[in-house]
């Protein structure tokens, strides 16, 4: 899931877009295309040094220590690819990309309210959700009026963390638990289905074409588009359709071809895949693939956050998910599971900063020779910069206007940046 809830404003329709009449299509201007992009942005180091202090308890992780993703290529990563503010800017002006997010932000906290007033495991849970949204709004507000208020410029991990900071100080772990459990409850009945659809498909490059569309319409569904979720939930057929009408190729970024190349030649021994949502995402999108890639030999590693966050998928639900759709011999639809591991990344919001991963990650990372990143959030927000000392695959459809202004895409575009070391 990308960072934030979308918040769109439907434009012109074109016919390459959705052709689901429900469905809007969007586009935005185009400032820079992507080989530009390359060639001028070095994003900077966080600036972040807020007195807002991260509370250590409300954000607690189950993982004993963080470290650094071994992987990593270059010692100056940061896990930013927007750039908010360059050094020139006066640090206690807002600069129009700050205020962009930052009314983003603000915008997604009815939703996040709505969703705490729900949580039946709070106690007062409707009085403590309006407390939420005053001090978050309050938060991001202050942030308006002056960046540095606060000790220095923000990024978006940051406010997302004080986001989940401040809903868990009022006792709301985990407030989208039911949806999530909904969504995965329809996409496990239709797992079958999708599977059998994929193993149909006699050509290897049609049928890793058809896996990776199926990760890309997946990613989709979230919780910021509840009309294709619906249209998703009545049958396979809808998520193959869905899977066939993604906007027309070549997407924004679109390295598919030299992915199924590098694929045909069956080199890779050992996937990590850091995942993103639940439902349909990691059930129809993500596991069809890892299954696919356990058929060829490889061994996948799947790493899932550690705290809720959002729709995210969680370590203990993606256990919980794996053991449902398990056959009598173990397998996942007769491919046997004995070389797939489902681990604990250490994170907790919905983009990563792979300078903090869990030591168990950093383990499997030692022998791994491809990492994808899957997802707006880590694919994109966070990592689409990143480099890797191995084969490295950012996945992710762009659900958001900001993203998509970056980039020079239209909303709902598709990102599939390959690069083989």
């Known amino acids: ?225 509840a009309h294709l979720a619906e249209v998703f939930s009545k049958d396979g057929m809808s998520f193959s359709s869905t899977c066939q009408n993604l906007i027309s190729r070549p997407w924004v970024i679109d390295d598919l071809d030299t992915f199924k190349m590098k694929w045909s030649k069956n080199s890779w021994r050992k996937v990590i895949i850091f995942v993103d949502n639940s439902g349909a995402d990691i059930i129809l999108g993500i596991l069809p693939f890892a299954r696919e890639l356990l058929r060829r030999g490889v061994q996948v590693v799947l790493a899932a956050n550690d705290l809720p966050s959002i729709n995210d998928i969680t370590y203990p639900e993606l256990l919980e998910i794996i053991s449902t759709l398990k056959d009598e011999e173990g397998g996942l639809m007769g491919v046997s599971t004995s070389n797939l591991v489902i681990a604990n990344s250490g994170n907790g919001l919905p983009g990563i900063d792979l300078n903090k991963v869990s030591e168990e990650i950093a383990f499997h990372a030692n022998d791994a020779d491809l990492v994808i990143l899957e997802g707006m959030g880590r694919g994109i927000e966070t990592n689409l910069f990143a480099e890797f000392k191995c084969d490295s695959l950012k996945i992710a459809m762009v659900k958001h206007p900001e993203v998509a202004e970056f980039l020079g895409s239209r909303l709902y575009d598709c990102v599939i940046k390959y690069i083989e070391v």
């Open 1 to 225: 899931m990308g960072i934030v809830k979308p918040i769109l404003s439907p434009v012109q329709t074109h016919s390459s877009h959705w052709n689901s009449p429900s469905i809007s299509s969007f586009s935005t201007n185009k400032s820079l295309s992507f080989p530009q992009l390359k060639c001028i942005l070095h994003p900077p180091q966080s600036t972040v040094h807020s007195k807002l202090v991260i509370s250590e308890e409300a954000m607690q992780s189950s993982t004993s220590k963080l470290v650094r993703f071994p992987l990593l290529k270059n010692d100056n990563y940061t896990a930013s690819t927007i750039p908010w503010r360059f050094p020139s800017d006066d640090p206690h002006i807002p600069t129009p990309t700050e205020l962009s997010w930052i009314n983003l932000l603000l915008n997604t906290i009815p939703s996040f309210k709505k969703r705490a007033e729900s949580d039946t495991s709070v106690p007062d849970a409707a009085n403590k959700a309006e407390i939420f949204a005053q001090r978050y709004a309050k938060i991001l507000e202050d942030f308006k009026k002056d960046p540095a208020s606060q000790g220095g410029p923000p990024d978006v991990l940051f406010l997302c963390r004080l986001r989940e900071q401040e809903l868990r100080e009022l006792g709301f772990i985990d407030i989208f638990k039911k949806v999530k459990e909904e969504e995965n409850a329809k996409a496990i009945a239709l797992f079958e289905s999708v599977v059998r659809l994929n193993d149909a498909i006699e050509d290897e490059g049609k049928r890793v074409e058809n896996l990776m569309r199926g990760i890309l319409a997946g990613n989709i569904f979230d919780l910021g588009s």
